[in-house]
């Protein structure tokens, strides 16, 4: 048996330096302010957590969290800290008005529901933050139900 040759380990440190370089990125905040912390898959009557982190990365006036309607559907949200400025549906969006944050400020929402029992099936939509009106991030967010 012969000891493997550079090619063999450069092959298996490959994807590490991927997922490393992934990483420092996202640590830098270049591709994007928010970043998202959440259950992809819950059974019925389950509590979950989410934590939705901001960096501000210029001053963001009049921050607004917006959550797809179709995402919290028949989801029981009990607790959203710290509390929001003011709260609104409008557009197929549940929105969450903020306190502005300054540059380089970094703020974290954290929230706290259950799984109604009937809810079984998946959930998703396009999680956004907001200055007042205009779109500044956004990713899809994605539930699965289980009975």
Same mark, same amino acid.
């Given at each position: 048996?012969? /000891?493997?040759?550079?090619?063999?380990?450069l092959?298996?440190?490959? /994807?590490l330096?991927?997922l &490393?370089? #992934?990483?420092?990125v996202a640590?830098?905040?270049?591709?994007? &302010?928010?970043?998202?912390?959440?259950?992809?898959v819950l059974?019925?009557g +389950?509590?979950?957590?989410?934590?939705l982190?901001v960096?501000? +990365?210029?001053?963001i =006036?009049?921050?607004?969290s917006?959550v797809?309607?179709?995402?919290?559907c028949? #989801?029981?949200?009990?607790?959203?800290? *710290?509390?929001?400025?003011?709260? +609104? !549906?409008r =557009?197929?969006?549940?929105?969450? !008005?903020?306190?502005?944050?300054?540059?380089?400020?970094v703020?974290?929402?954290?929230? =706290?529901? +259950?799984?109604? *029992? /009937? #809810?079984? &099936?998946?959930?998703?939509g396009?999680?956004?933050?907001?200055d007042?009106?205009?779109?500044?991030?956004?990713?899809?967010?994605?539930l699965?139900?289980?009975?």
């Amino acid at each position: 048996m012969r /000891p493997p040759g550079w090619r063999s380990v450069l092959v298996s440190w490959a /994807p590490l330096g991927v997922l &490393g370089e #992934l990483i420092l990125v996202a640590l830098t905040g270049i591709l994007s &302010g928010i970043f998202f912390k959440a259950p992809v898959v819950l059974r019925s009557g +389950q509590f979950f957590e989410m934590r939705l982190l901001v960096v501000a +990365q210029r001053l963001i =006036d009049k921050p607004v969290s917006a959550v797809p309607v179709g995402y919290w559907c028949d #989801l029981m949200i009990n607790s959203f800290y *710290p509390a929001t400025v003011g709260e +609104q !549906a409008r =557009d197929g969006h549940f929105e969450f !008005a903020l306190d502005p944050l300054e540059a380089g400020e970094v703020m974290i929402l954290k929230i =706290d529901g +259950q799984n109604n *029992p /009937p #809810l079984v &099936g998946r959930l998703s939509g396009r999680l956004e933050l907001r200055d007042a009106e205009r779109t500044i991030a956004a990713m899809p967010v994605s539930l699965r139900t289980l009975p």
